[in-house]
């Protein structure tokens, strides 16, 4: 007798409404998009995707996979994925896998809760934000303070997942371009998510705490290039 009987699901229209997830749409109803079910044998990218982290997991059994690391391993596969050049799109699996197995050995400790309070931790890590915040822009800092805002409200997504959630895609390509080919990887991202609240330091002033919360949660639309140029002057003390 046969284990394993292979099959295969019946294709359903979706509808996409607004920017929530997708839902099943009525047969009577015509989605706003079309999607083609895939030819046998192709995959889906998050397909891909969601193997990739399977098999990081399954290998590092001490952390396992944790929420967020989709957000890190998103950017990457996508630069895999769209490249140009055919040749290396074929091996977009294999070369996402091990920039991305590379990038998590400098952040891991991201992702392990009992490695929180450690300097390398991401409670540490929240900590020299907040010293390094306090040297460079005291005001900013002491309006935080008084109204309650701790780093943990808005920094704690900044810092662990890299910033990928508070910019569009080509924005987050442009910071992490920054980012990852500089020696103090870490340093120089605390010194950008100190530029972010450096450059938005004059709405601090001026707005109450569910203002600033907003505004920290949900970062305003900046040109990158501005708070690449602030956190590189950060770094050399300029």
Not at 7 to 19: F, H
Not at 197 to 213: E, G, P, Q, Y
Request: with cysteine; aromatic share 10%.
């Amino acid at each position: 007798m046969r284990r394993c009987a292979q099959a295969q699901l019946q294709a359903q229209t979706l509808e996409r409404r607004g920017v929530g997830p997708s839902t099943l749409a009525s047969s009577k109803k015509r989605a706003a998009e079309d999607y083609a079910p895939l030819s046998q044998g192709l995959e889906a990218h998050w397909e891909v995707v969601e193997r990739l982290l399977f098999l990081y997991a399954k290998l590092n059994p001490g952390q396992g996979y944790v929420q967020g690391m989709n957000e890190i391993i998103g950017p990457i596969y996508y630069v895999m994925a769209s490249d140009s050049r055919q040749e290396w799109r074929e091996h977009a699996e294999a070369d996402c896998f091990f920039c991305f197995t590379n990038l998590m050995s400098d952040i891991r400790d991201f992702f392990i809760k009992t490695l929180d309070d450690s300097a390398s931790g991401i409670q540490g890590v929240m900590a020299r934000l907040r010293e390094r915040l306090e040297e460079v822009d005291h005001v900013s800092a002491n309006v935080l303070d008084d109204q309650g805002i701790k780093m943990q409200y808005f920094a704690f997504r900044w810092l662990s997942l890299l910033l990928s959630q508070e910019f569009d895609l080509p924005d987050v390509l442009s910071l992490w371009d920054a980012l990852l080919t500089d020696q103090t990887r870490s340093d120089l991202l605390i010194q950008t998510c100190t530029a972010m609240v450096f450059l938005v330091r004059d709405n601090i002033s001026n707005n109450d705490f569910a203002s600033n919360m907003k505004m920290l949660q949900n970062y305003p639309p900046i040109d990158v290039r501005l708070i690449i140029d602030k956190a590189r002057q950060l770094s050399s003390g300029t």
